[in-house]
C-alpha cells in the first residue's frame, strides 16, 4: 500500500528549471513512485491527474505543488524531507562577508543597489513586462529571454527603449554576447571584428559557432527578439543594435541574421543598413536567400580569412534506411526554417508547427501527439506553444527524446534530422541523453539519423566529446546544419 | 543610442538562476533579483498601469509635493469651531464605517465621547441612542484630519492645527491621552471622561496660549532630529515630546496662566510618551494630503483602519478607499492581556508609516523591534525591505545606522503588488471589548488585497486607448 502526500503551498515560488532539479531528485530518492514538485499551473495541475494524484482544492499559479507518491509512509517522509532540503538549498547565495542586506526584489531595487548594467529578464512572459518596464525605467539596457511576451508589450517596450536611447533585446532573445559575456544560451568566443544582431537565437549560434571554427571573432552579438522584423514590430530593435555596432571602434563587419522576416521589413533595414558606416551583411532565412553557413563563409572571406572545411563525423555503422519521409525535430526554430527551406527545394513541401508557408501547418497540439501521417514534417520545439509551462528544449530533452522513439517506430519515417546545441545554458550533457536514444532508434526502426551540432570549441558540454558520442550511437553530425540538412536530403533521396 | 557597448557589462538577473549562474561563470559581475511573480489576479492589471505614460512624471510630482512640505504647529483649538463640528456629530480613524460593523474600542471611544458631549447619561445609553443612528460618523480624514486608535473626535475637544507655509494647507488632530486606560483605546470610564474634560478645560486652552505666544513650532524639524534619537514617530515619540516642551514650556510659564496648571500640563505631557504622536501624524498627513489628486500617480496617500476594515487612498485615484478586513496585530500584551482579547487593527496612525516613518523608520528606532522580539538586526531588516516599495528616501528623516539614508517613504502600489512586500505598521492594541483600553503594542500589516483593488481602480481611470493604437506616445 502506497503513501501518498499532495500539498498546494501558497507564498512559496521557484523557477521551472530550479523546481525540475527538486522533482527529479525526489524522483530518485529511495521507494518513491512518483513526484511533482512545481508551480501549479494549469499546466502543472494537468498532469496530477495524469500522475494518479488528486487535485488539491484552491491551487492557483502561485502555489508550489509539492506531490509525492512511494512505497509507504515512511519512505514518503524521507522523500518529502529531501524536497524541502532541496528546496531550501535554492536559496541565493550570501553576499561577500555576513551582510545583512537581503537579496533586491525588483530590478530597479538591484539597480540602486549595485549600479545599472543590462538586465536580463528571465521570468516567466506574462510577468516579463512589468520586470522590463522596470529595468528601463531605472536607465538599464535589457535582454529578455522570456518567450510568450503578448506583441503590444513587445512594440510599448522598444518604443520606450527607443525615448530612452536604450536597447530591448528579445522577447525570446535566447542568445547574445556583450562585452565579451555570453548570455542565455551562447558561447566564449575570441574578441573579433564581427558584430551580430540576431533576430533569432539558434540562428546567431550557428553564425558564432561555424565563425570560432574559422578562427573569426567577434565583437558583439546583439539579440532583437524572434519577431523584430516581423511586419508588426517593423525591426525597431534591428535598427538600434545596428546604430549600436556601427558606432563601436571594434565592429569592422556586421552579420543580420533572421528568421524569415516581413518582406518590407527587410528592405527596410537594407536601406537603413546602406546608410551605416560598417558594411552590413544579410542572413535571412528563406527561398532563394543565401543559408546560415553560406552567409557566414562570405562574411570569413570578406575579412579575408580562409574558409575552412566545415567539421563533421560520420555515424560508425552507415545507416541504409528503407524509402519513407523526412522527420526534423529541432530545438531550434531557425535551424529548423534553414533545414525545411533546404527539404522542400530538394523533397518538396514540409509539414511544420512553424511552416514556411500556410497551407503547411501542423495543428497545435499535433506536434507533440504525433506526425504520423504528415509526409516530410519538421517540429520546432522551441516554439512558444511548446515551452508554454517547460523549460526550453535545449535544457529539458524529455519531449524530443519521446517524439525521436515514435518517429523510430513509424514505419512510414526514413531519416531523422536533429539539431543539438551546445554552449552556456544549454543542457550539461545532451549526448548522454541522445546518445542511447538515437540507438535505440536506429535499433529498432532502421531510421538514419542526422545531427547538427551547433557548438564552439571553448563549450563546456565539450565539442569533440559530444560529437563522438552521438558518431557511437549511429549519427552523422554536423557542424553545419545547412550541411546536415542537405544530407539528409541525400539519405532520403537515396533510399527512394 | 545606446551605451551597451560603450560601458562594462553588470548583469541583473530576474527569474532562471541558471542564466546568473553561466555569466558568473565568464567571471561577469551579475546581481541576481530575488524574483517572484506578483501578487495573484494583479499581473493583468500591472501591464495598462505600468504603460501609463504619465505615471513617471505624475509620481515624481507626488513625491516632490510630499517632500517639500514643512509641517508647522500653528494652533490649538476646539474641534466645533475649527472644524464645524455639530453635536451629534463624530469623527473617527480609518475608512467610513457604521455603528452596526464598528468594532469595540470605536464603539467605545464613541459610548465615551456622547456622554463626555452630554449627549447621553451613560455610556450604555450612548451604546442605545447610536444604534438607533442617533449620531453622524464621518471619518477623520474626510475633514483634513487624523485621530490615533479610535481617534475619536467631538466638538468639545481640542485639537492641533497644523499648517504648511508655504501652501497655507491645513491638517488637526486631537491631543494625546496618555497610555493605558483612555478613551482612543474604547474606555469610558469616569477617570477617562475626567481626563477628558482637564484636556479640554485646561490643557487645550495653555497649549494654545503657549502656541499663540511662542510662535509656529516646526514639528517637521522636531521629526527629522528625533529619527536620530531612537524615535520612529509611531510607537516611540519620546525624544520628539520632550523637544516639544522644550520649545512650549517658556511660553506655558509667561502665558499668565495658575502655575499649578502649567506644572500638572508639564507633567502630563513630559510623563506621557506618546504625547508628540498627535504632532507627527497631522505633519505626515500634511505632506500626503499635498501629493494627492495627481492623475496616473500610483503613490499611497493614507493608510487607515477603523478596527473593522483597513482602508487605503491613492494620489491618482482621489477619495477613493480601497478596504479589505483588518488584521490583528501581533506583538507584547500588557498584564493578564493575551492574543485572544485584542481587537483587528484599529486607528489613524499608519499615516506616520505612509509618510516614511513608523515601521518604515524601524531602523532609526530598534527598541521598537523587541515588541514582537525582534533583534536590532530586524529593525535594520524592516527599514531596508521597505525601501522595495516606496519612491523615494526621505531627506530629512536619515538613520544613523544606515549612514544616514532617508528613511524610505512613498509607498508604490505597482511595488507591493510586484514584490507582494507589504508596509511594516508599528502599532498600538486595543482590548476588543467597548471599554477595556489598551491591551498591548506590536506589529501588522495592511490586508493585501487593498493593493490589487487599488491598482484595478488605476487600470480603470486610464484614458481610453483607441484598439488600433499599440504604442503610446513616451515624448
Redesign the interface.
Known amino acids: 500500500m502506497s503513501a501518498e502526500h499532495v500539498e498546494a503551498r501558497p ?1 512559496a ?1 521557484a ?4 523546481l525540475m532539479r527538486v522533482s527529479a531528485e525526489v524522483r530518485e530518492a529511495d521507494g518513491v513512485q512518483a513526484a511533482l514538485i512545481a508551480m501549479a499551473t494549469e499546466l502543472n495541475l494537468g498532469l496530477l491527474p495524469e500522475m494518479g494524484f488528486r487535485l488539491p482544492p484552491d491551487a ?3 502555489h508550489l505543488l509539492v506531490a509525492v507518491r512511494a512505497r509507504d509512509d515512511t519512505a514518503l517522509a524521507s522523500a518529502l524531507a529531501v524536497a524541502e532540503t532541496a528546496l531550501s538549498a ?1 536559496r ?1 547565495p550570501a553576499g561577500a562577508g555576513a551582510s ?8 530597479a ?16 512572459g ?2 516579463a ?3 522590463a ?3 528601463l ?1 531605472a536607465g ?2 535589457v535582454m529578455i ?2 518567450d510568450n511576451v503578448p ?3 513587445e ?2 517596450l522598444k ?2 527603449a527607443a ?5 530591448v533585446m528579445g522577447p525570446d532573445c535566447g542568445t547574445a554576447i ?7 544560451f ?1 558561447h ?1 568566443l575570441a574578441a573579433g571584428p564581427v558584430g551580430i544582431v540576431a533576430a533569432s537565437g539558434t540562428g546567431a549560434q550557428q553564425v558564432l559557432c561555424l565563425l570560432d571554427h574559422a578562427g573569426a571573432g567577434v ?2 552579438a ?1 539579440g532583437v527578439g524572434g519577431r523584430d522584423l516581423s511586419a ?1 514590430i517593423g525591426g525597431r530593435s534591428s535598427r ?1 543594435a545596428l ?3 556601427d ?2 571602434p571594434g565592429t569592422e563587419l556586421i552579420v543580420l541574421v533572421s528568421k524569415p522576416p516581413a518582406a518590407e521589413v527587410a528592405a527596410e533595414l537594407r536601406d537603413f543598413a546602406a546608410g551605416l558606416a560598417t558594411p552590413v551583411l544579410f542572413a535571412l532565412i528563406g527561398p532563394g536567400e543565401p543559408d546560415l553557413t553560406a552567409a557566414t563563409e562570405t562574411a570569413i572571406a570578406a575579412l579575408g580569412l580562409p574558409v575552412p572545411a566545415w567539421p563533421q563525423w560520420p555515424g560508425e555503422v552507415p545507416a541504409a534506411p528503407h524509402a519513407g519521409f523526412l522527420r526534423g525535430l529541432f530545438a531550434g526554430g531557425t535551424l529548423c526554417d534553414e533545414a525545411m527551406v533546404i527539404a522542400s527545394d530538394r523533397l518538396g513541401p514540409i509539414r511544420s508547427n512553424i511552416p514556411l508557408r500556410p497551407g503547411l501547418s501542423l495543428a497545435a497540439r499535433e506536434p507533440v501527439l504525433g506526425t504520423t501521417g504528415a509526409g516530410h514534417a519538421m517540429i520546432d520545439f522551441g516554439d512558444d506553444e511548446l515551452t508554454m509551462g517547460r523549460a526550453h528544449p535545449m ?1 529539458d530533452q524529455s519531449l524530443r527524446l519521446e517524439r525521436l522513439a515514435a518517429e523510430a517506430a513509424d514505419p512510414a519515417v526514413s531519416v531523422v534530422l536533429l539539431d543539438v546545441v551546445l554552449g ?2 544549454a543542457h550539461p550533457d545532451p549526448a548522454a541523453e541522445l546518445g542511447p536514444a538515437i540507438a535505440a532508434a536506429r535499433a529498432t526502426g532502421g531510421v538514419a539519423v542526422v545531427v547538427s551540432l551547433i557548438g564552439a570549441a571553448s563549450d ?1 558540454q565539450g565539442l569533440h566529446r559530444q560529437a563522438a558520442a552521438l558518431q557511437a550511437a549511429g549519427a552523422d553530425v554536423f557542424a553545419s546544419n545547412a550541411a546536415a540538412a542537405r544530407f539528409a536530403c541525400e539519405k532520403i533521396e537515396g533510399a527512394r | ?20 549562474e ?2 558568473r ?5 551579475v ?10 489576479g494583479t ?1 493583468d492589471v ?2 495598462p498601469v ?2 501609463d505614460p504619465r505615471r ?1 512624471a505624475a509620481n515624481a510630482l507626488a513625491v516632490e509635493r510630499m517632500l517639500a512640505v514643512r509641517a508647522h504647529l500653528v494652533d490649538v483649538a476646539p474641534a466645533g469651531a475649527t472644524l464645524g463640528l455639530q453635536p451629534g456629530e463624530f469623527l473617527h480613524a480609518g475608512p467610513p464605517v457604521s455603528w452596526d460593523r464598528a468594532a469595540g474600542p470605536l464603539r467605545g471611544a464613541l459610548m465615551g465621547a456622547a456622554v463626555f458631549e452630554g449627549l447621553a447619561g451613560s455610556p450604555e445609553a450612548a451604546a442605545e441612542l447610536a444604534g438607533r443612528g442617533a449620531f453622524a460618523l464621518a471619518p477623520c480624514h474626510s475633514l483634513s484630519a487624523v485621530g490615533p486608535m479610535a481617534g475619536v473626535i467631538s466638538p468639545s475637544m481640542w485639537l492641533f492645527v497644523l499648517e504648511d507655509p508655504a501652501t497655507g494647507q491645513r491638517t488637526y488632530c486631537s491631543l494625546n491621552e496618555g497610555l493605558g486606560k483612555v478613551l482612543r483605546y474604547g474606555a469610558f470610564s469616569a477617570d477617562v471622561l475626567e481626563r477628558l474634560g482637564w484636556m479640554s478645560g485646561v490643557l487645550g486652552p495653555l497649549l494654545a496660549a503657549a502656541v499663540r505666544r511662542h510662535g509656529p513650532v516646526d514639528v517637521t524639524a522636531i521629526l527629522a532630529q528625533m529619527v536620530q534619537m531612537g524615535d520612529e514617530g509611531h510607537n516611540r515619540n519620546r525624544s520628539g515630546t520632550l523637544m516639544l516642551l522644550r520649545d512650549l514650556l517658556p511660553s506655558m510659564v509667561e502665558s499668565g496662566i495658575a502655575s499649578g496648571d502649567i506644572a500638572r500640563a508639564a507633567a502630563f505631557i513630559g510623563g506621557n510618551d506618546h504625547f508628540f504622536l498627535n504632532l507627527s501624524m497631522p505633519a505626515c498627513k500634511l505632506a500626503l494630503d499635498a501629493a494627492r489628486d495627481i492623475p496616473a500617480a500610483t503613490m499611497v496617500v493614507a493608510m487607515a483602519r477603523n478596527g473593522t476594515d483597513f482602508g487605503i487612498q491613492v494620489s491618482g485615484t482621489g477619495d477613493e478607499w480601497f478596504t479589505a478586513p483588518a488584521l490583528t496585530p501581533q506583538g507584547l500584551f500588557l498584564g493578564g492581556y493575551g492574543p485572544g482579547d485584542a481587537s483587528p487593527d484599529i486607528g489613524d496612525s499608519a499615516i506616520t508609516e505612509t509618510a516614511g516613518l513608523g515601521g518604515f523608520a524601524m531602523a532609526a528606532a530598534p527598541a521598537i523591534g523587541a515588541l514582537v522580539g525582534g533583534t536590532a ?1 530586524d529593525a ?2 524592516t527599514t ?2 521597505m ?2 516599495i516606496t519612491l523615494a528616501e526621505h531627506p530629512l528623516y536619515r538613520v544613523p545606522a544606515l549612514e544616514f539614508r532617508g528613511t524610505p517613504a512613498g509607498i508604490d502600489v ?2 507591493v503588488a ?4 507589504l508596509p511594516q505598521i508599528n502599532t498600538g492594541m486595543a482590548g476588543k471589548v467597548a471599554g477595556t483600553g489598551q491591551v498591548g503594542a506590536g506589529l501588522v500589516t495592511p490586508p493585501a488585497a487593498v493593493f490589487p483593488a487599488a491598482l484595478r481602480s488605476l487600470a480603470r481611470s486610464l484614458p481610453p486607448r483607441r484598439p488600433d493604437e ?3 506616445s ?2
Open positions: 507564498g515560488y523557477d521551472s528549471v530550479t492557483g499559479p502561485n535554492r541565493l545583512l542586506a537581503t537579496p533586491p526584489r525588483t530590478t531595487a538591484a539597480v540602486r543597489a549595485g549600479g545599472g548594467g543590462l538586465a536580463l529578464i528571465s521570468v516567466p506574462r510577468y513586462f512589468a520586470e518596464m522596470d529595468a525605467e538599464c539596457d529571454f522570456s506583441v503590444e508589450q512594440i510599448m518604443d520606450f525615448h530612452r536611447g536604450l536597447i556583450v562585452g565579451g559575456v555570453g548570455l542565455g551562447s566564449t565583437s558583439a546583439l508588426a538600434a546604430a549600436a555596432l558606432a563601436d535544457i552556456h545554458g563546456p | 543610442m545606446s551605451e551597451l557597448l560603450r560601458r562594462e557589462p553588470h548583469i541583473i538577473s530576474s527569474g532562471l538562476s541558471l542564466l546568473a553561466a555569466a561563470e565568464q567571471a561577469a559581475s546581481t541576481q533579483v530575488d524574483w517572484a511573480p506578483p501578487m495573484a499581473e500591472l501591464v505600468l504603460s513617471l538586526a535594520l531588516a531596508r525591505r525601501y522595495e505597482t511595488l510586484r514584490t507582494g512586500i499599440a504604442a503610446v513616451y515624448s
